[in-house]
């Protein structure tokens, strides 16, 4: 099981076809602390790109894409009560939506730990 | 950060504290510092912060005659409000008009005794300045002072920061405004903020600015607070954000802030009408508006921000207003907005749907401020 990172800040970790999406840790220091955050209905489309869920900070409300294409599949419902887990554990616990991807080959397109690291 | 920004006097501060920079009407500001919007939000609810409001314009009225109440009559031509009735060392809120009865800007006017002392919103401060010079400079010597320092101190614990280093700063009364001294630094010192918490607002020479600040930065329960927070404070406060809630396009009355014009310049009052847009304005106060500000709180924790559209019913056919400023209020931990609505749909507890990302969520008018406010009346 490998994480991929893309240029807009988003990981997803794949096992089989099930992958979980959140933001790193920077995207997380950068947004501050969040007050809320959606994700699309389950069931809903998406293609590599398109805003699958949303993250708002006091300030302002930001997209989080789908990395890859496919069906959002579930929400961290955790983060209805607390969506400060995002900011404390941004690539754990504070996960954002799942989704199941259409070609788990896709990913391998991403940026991997080092590439990210690299931007 | 680009280079042709404008800096404050208290630029090299604001790096040194960490500040994440931001442009803001033609001048790089600090939006936040590394204790984030939330926790510099909730600290001047409790406490006490200090903003850099330097990009804000100030300018000085004085009249030829030598009377200032020669400069408010001829202030009063362009702002409907009472201020050849405002006391020697008090301070006014007021709105400059167009012919239209749209609002160019807001203002505080204050009567240091000798001259009015006028603090502009910084996107608006050079047209302002050009139309007051014009429309008074046969009267009156406006001069523009765009390169001062301005911080305001606000939180309930301002005045404990500032007795200390101001003992006169203790016994001012809320839009109080006196000439004074810090540590030796000759200031304007107003009791007065935009926060909805009791607080001062510091003017001093440019090059005393970072002595300034750093003076009050250094007493107990004073942090600096950015522009992030400044916004959710005045929009829990209920207060207009110029270019957000009020502009051109929107009267006084349409705005709510009606209030902001005093008797003596209302229909019957011994100074009725005389500023640009009067006829509108007057006719408006006498026969009503078709749509107005009001507060609204959404249900849930998703904010509804400026921009969303507003409608009568869950289907989100009939729409009836748009929300014009909107965020998480931090201290009422809900989302906060305020918007323009129809008259119909005005009343305070009045059932509206907001449309965001395509759904409609339930919004209700609601009293402003949505914060009991600290000032020290």
Redesign the interface.
Do not use: I
């Given at each position: 099981m490998t994480t991929y990172y893309t240029k807009s800040h988003e990981w997803i970790r794949l096992e089989g076809t099930e992958a979980t999406v959140g933001i790193t840790a920077h995207a997380s220091e950068e947004l501050g602390e969040l007050v809320f955050v959606e994700a699309k209905d389950e069931g809903t489309e998406v293609a590599a790109g398109d805003a699958a869920a949303v993250v708002e900070s006091v300030k302002a409300a930001s997209d989080i894409y789908a990395p890859v294409a496919g069906t959002v599949s579930g929400f961290n419902d955790r983060l209805s009560d607390e969506p400060t887990l995002v900011g404390s554990e941004p690539e754990g616990e504070g996960w954002i939506f799942r989704m199941t991807v259409s070609n788990p080959e896709e990913v391998t397109s991403l940026l991997t730990r080092e590439q990210y690291d690299a931007l | 950060m680009s280079d042709t920004l404008q800096q404050t006097p208290l630029f090299a501060l604001h790096g040194e504290l960490g500040a994440r920079m931001v442009p803001f009407a033609g001048y790089a500001m600090p939006l936040?510092y590394p204790a984030?919007?939330?926790?510099e939000?909730l600290h001047t609810r409790t406490k006490a912060g200090l903003f850099d409001v330097s990009h804000m314009g100030q300018i000085r009225i004085a009249a030829k005659s030598g009377d200032v109440r020669d400069a408010a009559l001829a202030l009063e031509s362009l702002v409907p409000a009472n201020y050849a009735g405002l006391g020697a060392n008090r301070q006014r809120y007021g709105l400059l008009t167009n012919d239209e009865g749209g609002i160019l800007d807001d203002l505080m006017v204050a009567n240091l005794g000798h001259e009015l002392l006028v603090v502009v919103n910084a996107s608006c401060k050079e047209a302002d300045a050009d139309r007051i010079e014009a429309a008074l400079s046969d009267r009156c010597v406006v001069t523009r002072q765009f390169d001062r320092a301005l911080v305001a101190l606000q939180g309930p614990a301002a005045e404990a920061a500032l007795a200390p280093l101001c003992p006169a700063a203790a016994s001012m009364r809320f839009m109080d405004m006196i000439e004074t001294q810090i540590d030796g630094i000759p200031v304007t010192l107003s009791r007065s903020g935009y926060t909805g918490e009791d607080g001062y607002e510091i003017g001093c020479a440019a090059e005393d600015g970072e002595r300034l600040a750093r003076l009050l930065l250094a007493q107990p329960d004073v942090m600096p607070i950015g522009l992030?927070?400044r916004?959710?404070l005045r929009l829990e406060a209920g207060l207009c954000l110029y270019g957000n809630d009020i502009d051109t396009t929107t009267t006084p009355i349409e705005a709510s802030l009606g209030w902001a014009i005093q008797k003596t310049r209302r229909e019957g009052g011994e100074r009725e009408g005389g500023y640009p847009g009067a006829e509108h304005v007057l006719r408006q106060a006498r026969e009503g508006v078709s749509r107005q500000r009001v507060g609204l709180m959404a249900e849930g924790?998703?904010?509804v921000?400026g921009g969303a559209k507003l409608f009568a019913d869950a289907q989100g056919t009939k729409h009836v207003g748009v929300v014009t400023s909107g965020?998480?209020g931090?201290t009422v931990q809900a989302p906060v907005a305020m918007g323009y609505v129809e008259t119909a749909y005005a009343a305070v507890d009045t059932a509206l749907f907001a449309e965001l990302?395509g759904k409609f969520v339930p919004v209700h008018v609601r009293a402003t401020p949505f914060v009991a406010p600290g000032f020290k009346r």
């Open positions: - | 936040q984030g919007l939330m926790a939000h992030g927070a916004d959710s924790r998703a904010p921000r965020a998480f931090p990302r």
